[in-house]
């Protein structure tokens, strides 16, 4: 019997999306293993007749319905996903899924499963089809191109490079003393530092840089912000800034910011009034207040207070988690949407910003996203706005807000795999790797994972060294599969040259002294940049499993266009591991892509312990 708990589709959706103007995507769930033959059928809503038996009913024209086969997309550890694309000729459709099994032919539609042995006249009932209306190409999901094609960088300003030691802040602490590092010590980089290093991002073949917060703040990360119009005097000036975006522009890198919108600091000056005035402030609405006095908790003014956990649970107004020096935006309001999007105006016109990353962004209102992005793309149509969403984001995904999301969803299944029993929050045999990648595969409509910030760590992790236990294989092995993903990869900096740290202890001091540096992962991480650049297929988004070995804990996948292919081969294993290939690769002619050197495949392969190829055949 058809497990029928278990299937499900839903009209505009992941499930049901347009791809581009003429192509809808259609995705069917069901029980994993349960139904071997799934069948799309359906056809244009409006094609009707008159009945031959009685000329003055109608009935809708069984003639002209399509049967169309639909494969077998990813298999999750529960469920199999079924997938077909279709060009609907007048831009509209209606449609059922045919389940078959056994001597079982069940036909699902929008309102009920229907026994197509007992009732087969009730196979082309419409009205129990489901609906994708019109395929209008206002709709259609649209990001900037150039993402597709980004190497990001992920610079912490504060720790990346002092260029400037005359602008460091009162007290910093020596570059690269990170025995007592922690967010509130101060190390003196800054954007002369960035502009110092241009050429060393450039080398290394990056084409995007992500800043986090610039703006003046007391903190060292930024995330408090005093002044959204003003570069923190501590990273230099306006002007500098301006100088860092040309330089970078001429360079072929693009610059994305952080925008600090959920929230602000205490001595942002709307906040500082608000305290002053209380009520009578003409601010005081610009924030989420719900108690009187709206501080109930002693403090000095002009200085950061300090509070105890009883007190931050008991604030009278809102913050970004309970941090009290991080009141929350009431982006609803005039004055803060006028002051915010003005921000946002004043620096992607007046500077050039590429690229906007939004901090807590799920926090924030949708209309707020939405009136956000309709000033940004007037500006500008090729920014590009990626939201902070550690979690599914569809809801941000569907055209009218963020071209893309922080792809957490690709990490945490890389730390599963790969990382120590310390960091990973479960420790995953290469079985459970392939099926949560499928899942993430399945969670989005395939126009916007090409689009994702894809990343193994980041200012808000530890860092994938820490992770993978010290091991630079594991690590190796980590940007590889990033860099084999579909979406943009990143690095955070400092990571490409072996920098780790302690549990909790991941804003470190960039390593610029090359003694210390780890060469060899460098140049991997070079060569993987280099190989995303000039092999298209790495971009795509299917790829196919063509072996995953639980026992050996090995795993073989490929991706390909009309032109090449690539094998991407991983051993979980500490020893080598001799993969038996699979039979469309025996006899191939192919090209190791870190050796570069030719490989006539035979029956088995061997890969070293811990270890990852890359072979390209071309077609």
Not at 180 to 208: A, C, H, P, R, W
Not at 257 to 270: E, T
Not at 349 to 367: F, I, K, P, Q
Not at 391 to 401: A, E, F, K, M, T
Request: with cysteine.
């Amino acid at each position: 019997m058809i497990n029928l708990q278990a299937v499900y589709h839903e009209a505009k959706s992941k499930f049901a999306y347009m791809y581009d103007q003429d192509t809808l995507h259609l995705r069917l769930r069901t029980a994993r293993g349960d139904i071997p033959k799934v069948t799309l059928v359906g056809g244009d809503p409006f094609r009707w007749k008159r009945k031959e038996n009685n000329p003055d009913e109608w009935e809708w024209d069984q003639q002209a319905a399509f049967y169309q086969p639909m494969r077998l997309e990813y298999s999750t550890e529960l469920f199999d996903y079924w997938f077909t694309a279709v060009k609907p000729h007048w831009k509209r459709i209606r449609y059922g899924f045919i389940l078959e099994k056994g001597d079982q032919e069940i036909l699902y539609g929008s309102r009920a499963f229907i026994d197509l042995k007992q009732k087969p006249e009730q196979k082309f009932s419409t009205s129990n089809y489901f609906n994708f209306p019109y395929l209008n190409f206002e709709d259609v999901f649209t990001a900037p191109q150039w993402v597709k094609d980004t190497i990001w960088y992920q610079i912490f300003p504060e720790r990346f490079a002092d260029g400037n030691s005359s602008n460091n802040p009162d007290g910093v602490t020596a570059w690269g003393d990170d025995d007592n590092e922690n967010i509130y010590n101060f190390y003196g980089g800054d954007l002369k530092g960035v502009l110092d290093s241009l050429d060393y991002l450039q080398e290394l073949g990056i084409t995007g840089i992500y800043f986090t917060p610039i703006f003046k703040s007391p903190s060292s990360h930024k995330y408090d912000t005093t002044d959204y119009y003003q570069i923190d005097p501590a990273f230099g000036t306006n002007e500098l800034f301006k100088e860092v975006v040309d330089a970078a522009h001429q360079r072929g890198i693009r610059v994305m910011l952080d925008a600090v919108f959920n929230h602000c600091g205490w001595l942002h000056a709307y906040w500082q009034d608000v305290i002053k005035y209380g009520k009578q402030s003409k601010y005081y609405d610009c924030f989420l207040i719900h108690g009187d006095p709206v501080i109930n908790f002693p403090f000095e003014e002009g200085k950061y207070p300090t509070t105890t956990p009883e007190q931050r649970s008991n604030l009278n107004y809102s913050t970004f988690a309970f941090v009290p020096v991080m009141p929350k935006w009431n982006t609803d309001h005039p004055l803060v949407k006028e002051h915010l999007l003005g921000a946002v105006r004043y620096w992607t016109e007046e500077y050039g910003v590429d690229a906007w990353r939004l901090d807590v962004s799920n926090e924030v209102s949708h209309d707020f996203w939405r009136e956000f992005r309709k000033m940004v793309k007037a500006i500008n149509p090729d920014v590009y706005i990626l939201g902070e969403n550690w979690d599914n984001s569809n809801p941000w995904l569907q055209g009218d807000q963020f071209d893309g999301v922080m792809n957490y969803e690709l990490m945490y299944p890389i730390w599963n795999l790969l990382g120590t029993e310390a960091f990973a929050f479960e420790q995953f045999g290469v079985t459970q790797y392939q099926e949560s990648i499928n899942k993430l595969l399945v969670s989005y409509p395939k126009n916007n994972l090409m689009y994702m910030y894809n990343l193994v760590d980041s200012h808000d992790t530890d860092r994938i060294l820490s992770v993978c236990g010290g091991s630079v294989d594991k690590v190796k092995q980590a940007y590889l599969l990033q860099f084999t993903f579909t979406g943009a990869p990143s690095i955070f900096y400092g990571s490409e040259v072996g920098l780790g740290g302690a549990k909790g202890h991941f804003r470190r001091c960039m390593i610029w002294d090359k003694n210390q540096q780890n060469q060899d992962l460098q140049q991997f991480v070079r060569r993987l940049v280099q190989l995303r650049k000039e092999h298209p297929c790495l971009q795509v988004v299917d790829l196919e499993w063509l072996s995953v070995d639980e026992n050996q804990q090995t795993f073989i996948f490929k991706k390909q266009t009309d032109q090449e292919s690539v094998f991407v081969f991983i051993n979980h294993n500490p020893e080598p591991v001799r993969f038996d290939l699979p039979s469309e690769m025996n006899g191939k002619t192919t090209t190791d892509g870190f050796s570069g050197e030719t490989v006539v495949c035979g029956s088995t392969l061997t890969v070293a312990g811990n270890g990852c190829r890359l072979l390209f055949q071309t077609e």
